[in-house]
């Protein structure tokens, strides 16, 4: 399902299918557990005297080796292509070497005469799965809900494009996630004096750059700045003495001035902490306002940057 190509109803494919049959696949794994739990306890209050012989312990051996070899190869998979789904299948195979492995334990302990064993050793696997369960369906929910990009994702972002001619900076990266297609937007600085047409060029260089090397369809975002401007290195300058160890500050970035024959403004962005609410965002930009009085005359402009943008 989650291979399908993308169609009118679902124009960015079916990537998203795969996070729900992850969900699926969870439940199943809770169910089960539940079902096993009370399986469980009859045997624990009712153990069965079955005669067990060695040669069920070793063919329940062999499938135990089986299943972690195919857990292992599973999850070697998921790991090549971040899938949950065969990530969760690992689990899935797992889950079944352990439980066979219990119940080979059980049928040894029955062999020496510890009938109850086995109920004990279902109501350990019964835990394990429901554990199991949750801990994948955190993760497809998460994934749901949406997640934050790896920094490794937001790292190569910035790498890809930082190698580009006449790039002069990269923030406000953002990251959809639809399965395996992703979609990013950024903000890409380039020097205000180039023409639109060169800017337009840039902006294409870079979509281009991201989809090859990420396969990641961005939209790009101009920024311009005045890197020959002395007064954009006082407020950098400025900024990085004064605020870069501030805890509620995470960066800064796009610092412009505006000069114009009535408007006379220091513009910059900054990310802030994830988890300040709306009050202690708004004191913050105060105080840095405030902060800036070497330059008399300017207002100050603060934009900042939204919790899923890096
Ligand atoms: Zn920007
Ligand atoms: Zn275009």
Not at 135 to 151: E, M, N
Not at 194 to 216: I, S, Y
Not at 265 to 285: A, Y
Request: charged share 20%; with cysteine.
């Amino acid at each position: 399902q989650a291979q399908k190509p993308a169609d009118k109803e679902h124009p960015y494919g079916h990537g998203r299918a795969e996070y729900i049959a992850t969900l699926i696949i969870a439940i199943l794994l809770c169910v089960a557990g539940i079902e096993f739990i009370e399986a469980a306890f009859e045997r624990i209050s009712d153990p069965q005297l079955i005669e067990v012989k060695w040669w069920m312990v070793i063919v329940l051996a062999v499938t135990i080796v089986l299943k972690e070899i195919t857990a292992r190869y599973a999850k070697f998979l998921s790991s090549k292509v971040a899938s949950g789904t065969l990530h969760a299948d690992a689990w899935h195979h797992r889950t079944d070497a352990i439980s066979s492995l219990l119940v080979v334990i059980a049928m040894i302990a029955g062999i020496y005469g510890y009938p109850a064993v086995d109920g004990w050793a279902g109501l350990g696997v019964s835990l394990f799965l429901i554990y199991t369960g949750f801990d994948i369906a955190r993760d497809a929910v998460d994934d749901l809900i949406g997640k934050p990009p790896t920094s490794e994702e937001v790292e190569t972002i910035r790498q890809i494009i930082m190698k580009i001619n006449g790039v002069l900076g990269v923030h406000d990266i953002t990251v959809h996630s639809y399965g395996q297609d992703k979609f990013a937007s950024v903000h890409v600085e380039i020097d205000a004096d180039k023409t639109t047409a060169e800017a337009h060029d840039l902006a294409e260089n870079v979509e281009t750059q991201l989809m090859e090397g990420l396969n990641v369809a961005p939209t790009v975002h101009i920024d311009p700045v005045y890197p020959d401007n002395p007064m954009v290195t006082e407020v950098q300058t400025f900024l990085d003495d004064h605020w870069i160890n501030d805890e509620r500050i995470t960066g800064f970035h796009d610092v412009r001035i505006v000069d114009t024959e009535n408007h006379h403004v220091i513009l910059f962005g900054i990310r802030v902490r994830p988890g300040l609410n709306k009050s202690q965002i708004i004191e913050c930009c105060n105080e840095m306002k405030d902060s800036i009085t070497g330059f008399p005359g300017y207002e100050v402009d603060i934009k900042v940057s939204h919790p899923y943008q890096y």
